[in-house]
């Protein structure tokens, strides 16, 4: 079983990594792809203040960047270079004074801090040049070197790569890339049969939005499979809880 933080750490990349690179695919298909945030009219708006070529930026970054959290052998570095993008997405909604968007995107830029948070210990050498630091690998330090993580990243710019020409095509690579990031997490790493599910669910959530247009039922379907989580996790991090208090208690007795 993992431990509760690094459960959260996964779900966090899975989250931020979807968000981005479906918003990106989103807006290079003029908003023709299953998505949570937006706006996939960016490029028209921006284009009206000479900034169109930045709103293609944008899109592209977004792709990228989601791509490597989700790829997880990857997410350190796509959490490192979101934090740019997302305080200038940030600067822009705030300048446009766009209702509501600003404290959208000022939450995800907080849930990528939390998410540098929790690898403090791989930025250390940055606050202490002068000192040297042994870096023990976690439990999902492992999760990614595998070729799934490799087939999910050429899925992932297939899919960007298809977006102004074929929708068809772009949803086909998309899917793959959800279900072959699926198979980067749980195969020969995750063992847990709830840890597994809970990581699972997140990515047929994603296939579910992204062929929401010829699901039947597909509201619905995704509101019970975001209630199903949801209440997993919870049962979830309280077995987490329980377990690490049941292994520091015996060592807390012996010392």
Known sequence: MLKNKDLLS?????????IFLSAGICK???GNFGQIIGPPWLEERLAEYGLGLFAQVVAVSQVVC?????????????????VPMCIAILAVTVS???????????VLLLLNLSLLAMEYPKFRFLLQANTAFKIKPTSIDRIGHNMFSWLGLGFSFLAMAAASYNLVLTNVFAVLAFA?????????????KLDVLLLTLPFVTMIVLTLGRIIPYAEP???????VEALLLIIRLILGAKRKRETTQPAAALS
């Not at 446009?96 to 000022?106: D, K, L, M, R, S």
């Not at 379907?221 to 209630?227: G, I, N, Q, S, Y």
């Open 96 to 106: 446009q004074q766009w209702a509501g968007t600003p404290y959208i995107n000022a």
């Open 180 to 192: 072959t990031f699926a198979f980067t997490i749980i195969s020969k790493v995750v063992e847990n």
């Open 221 to 227: 379907l995704l509101a019970v499979l975001l209630l």
């Open 28 to 30: 290079l298909t003029d």
């Open 66 to 82: 989601g791509a490597l959290l989700l790829s997880q052998r990857f997410s350190l570095l796509g959490a490192v270079m979101l």
């Open 10 to 18: 996964l779900l966090i990349r899975i989250f931020l990594g979807y």
